[in-house]
């Protein structure tokens, strides 16, 4: 029996990862969210996750390891916001306890890892797992698909994409460029268009010379589609102006383009211009904010709804040819996989 939440009113939360985004989904349940209480904690660094504590005012406990958090009776749903390659093991424990478990994306970073979820939620019988794609959650990626369903633009033949980052992190590597960074629109568009990746060709493009030494900076990433559809997003983590996404979808009847968020217009010495946003964070802070509150409505009715570990799995198995592709510098075919029943009556990537 999956954990009965306690007067269905009041969901019970613990957190493993506290650095960027684990503080992030702290901060917003602390102060923003409903129907939540961040009752522990727990970070390999144990400073941090004490850090967290005293700097959110939270009362909960920090737990000596992730695990002990995810056995603990007190809580009641597990956010796994540590690094991508320590998913698995919290995921398959979070399942085994029977608890509802929101993970960051990657949902875990090898294909063996992601089959043992499936198979292990499979086992369960019932969703347990979310993943942390919050771009379904944009209202503006949301319009998107609805235009895209409606025919609006006819038949769709490409999407032109950027995903571009103000700097990376020293240690980045090119393959991370894939894992961690074109892993959101290896889902965004098979959520989009309903559609699943046929081909992969990774791309080098002249190197900036902003880049830390060893990783190529900037790459394309030219996907096509079972139906047809071309897609090239460019990849540039090092662009320097600060944080960017793009996606412009070209039909035979139109084109539509996912807008940046409004921000403040600034006029001085006789120019007029705008603020560029510097940060994930800002970008899509209110998809953020939705996809961790229906999370938490959602655990308290008992049933999930949000991308789901089918998602998080196909992401994972799009990008081990993508980095196949970056490898052999060629065109690689992607097999498509049937998904399990299992996950078609829950989640409908339409
Ligand atoms: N959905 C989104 O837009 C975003 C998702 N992410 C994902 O969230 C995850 C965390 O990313 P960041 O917060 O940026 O990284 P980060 O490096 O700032 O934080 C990761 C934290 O996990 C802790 N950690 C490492 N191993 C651990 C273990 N075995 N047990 C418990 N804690 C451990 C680290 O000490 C650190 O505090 C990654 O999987 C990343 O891909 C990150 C940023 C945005
Ligand atoms: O997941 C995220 C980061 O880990 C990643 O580094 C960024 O490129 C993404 O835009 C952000 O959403």
Same mark, same amino acid.
């Given at each position: 029996?999956?954990?009965? =939440?306690?007067?269905?009113?009041?969901? #019970? +939360?613990?957190?493993?990862?506290?650095?960027?985004?684990?503080?992030?989904?702290?901060?917003?349940?602390?102060? %923003?969210?409903?129907?939540?209480?961040?009752?522990?904690?727990?970070?390999?660094?144990?400073?941090?996750?004490?850090?967290?504590?005293?700097?959110?005012?939270?009362?909960?406990?920090?737990?000596?390891?992730?695990?002990?958090?995810?056995?603990? #009776?007190?809580?009641?749903?597990?956010?796994?916001?540590?690094?991508?390659?320590?998913?698995?093991?919290?995921?398959?424990?979070?399942?085994?306890?029977?608890?509802? +478990?929101?993970?960051? #994306?990657?949902?875990?970073?090898?294909?063996?890892?992601?089959?043992? +979820?499936?198979?292990?939620?499979?086992? &369960?019988?019932?969703?347990?797992?979310?993943?942390? %794609?919050?771009?379904?959650?944009?209202?503006? &990626?949301?319009?998107?698909?609805?235009?895209?369903?409606?025919?609006?633009?006819?038949?769709?033949?490409?999407?032109?994409?950027?995903?571009?980052?103000?700097?990376?992190?020293?240690?980045?590597?090119?393959?991370?460029?894939?894992?961690?960074?074109?892993?959101?629109?290896?889902?965004?568009?098979?959520? *989009?268009?309903?559609?699943?990746?046929?081909?992969?060709?990774? =791309?080098?493009?002249?190197?900036?010379?902003?880049?830390?030494?060893?990783?190529?900076?900037?790459?394309?990433?030219?996907?096509?589609?079972?139906?047809?559809?071309?897609?090239?997003?460019?990849?540039?983590?090092?662009?320097? &102006?600060?944080?960017?996404?793009?996606?412009? =979808?070209?039909?035979?009847?139109?084109?539509?383009?996912?807008?940046?968020?409004?921000?403040?217009?600034?006029?001085?010495? /006789? #120019?007029? &211009?705008?603020?560029? *946003?510097?940060? $994930?964070?800002? $970008? %899509?802070?209110?998809?953020?904010?939705?996809?961790?509150?229906? %999370?938490?409505?959602?655990?308290?009715?008992?049933? *999930?709804?949000?991308?789901?570990?089918?998602?998080?799995?196909?992401?994972?198995?799009?990008?081990?040819?993508?980095?196949?592709?970056?490898?052999?510098?060629? /065109?690689?075919?992607?097999?498509? *996989?049937?998904?399990?029943?299992?996950?078609?009556?829950?989640?409908?990537?339409?």
């Amino acid at each position: 029996m999956i954990k009965q =939440i306690s007067g269905n009113k009041t969901l #019970k +939360i613990g957190i493993i990862g506290t650095g960027a985004i684990g503080q992030d989904h702290i901060k917003r349940c602390a102060n %923003f969210l409903s129907g939540v209480e961040v009752v522990a904690v727990s970070d390999i660094d144990k400073k941090s996750a004490q850090n967290a504590i005293s700097t959110y005012g939270l009362d909960a406990k920090a737990y000596e390891s992730g695990n002990d958090l995810i056995q603990a #009776k007190e809580v009641d749903a597990i956010i796994i916001a540590s690094s991508g390659k320590t998913h698995a093991e919290y995921i398959l424990s979070g399942i085994e306890a029977k608890k509802f +478990i929101f993970c960051e #994306k990657p949902l875990a970073t090898t294909i063996e890892e992601c089959q043992a +979820i499936i198979e292990a939620e499979q086992t &369960y019988g019932k969703r347990l797992v979310q993943v942390g %794609f919050m771009r379904s959650y944009d209202r503006r &990626y949301q319009e998107l698909k609805k235009i895209i369903q409606d025919k609006k633009l006819g038949q769709i033949l490409m999407i032109h994409a950027a995903h571009r980052n103000q700097e990376s992190p020293e240690n980045f590597t090119s393959e991370m460029v894939i894992t961690d960074t074109l892993i959101h629109e290896l889902d965004i568009f098979r959520w *989009l268009l309903n559609d699943e990746f046929v081909t992969v060709s990774m =791309i080098p493009i002249r190197k900036t010379s902003k880049a830390p030494k060893g990783l190529q900076d900037p790459q394309f990433a030219l996907l096509e589609t079972q139906s047809g559809i071309r897609i090239n997003v460019e990849l540039f983590v090092n662009c320097q &102006y600060g944080y960017d996404i793009k996606c412009e =979808i070209v039909g035979e009847e139109g084109v539509a383009s996912l807008p940046a968020p409004a921000a403040v217009s600034i006029c001085q010495h /006789e #120019k007029r &211009y705008d603020q560029i *946003l510097a940060n $994930w964070q800002d $970008w %899509f802070l209110e998809a953020y904010n939705i996809e961790i509150q229906e %999370f938490i409505n959602e655990c308290l009715v008992g049933k *999930l709804q949000g991308p789901d570990a089918w998602r998080g799995y196909m992401a994972t198995y799009v990008a081990e040819f993508c980095i196949e592709s970056q490898k052999k510098g060629q /065109e690689i075919a992607i097999p498509v *996989l049937k998904c399990p029943d299992f996950y078609r009556s829950d989640n409908k990537i339409e």
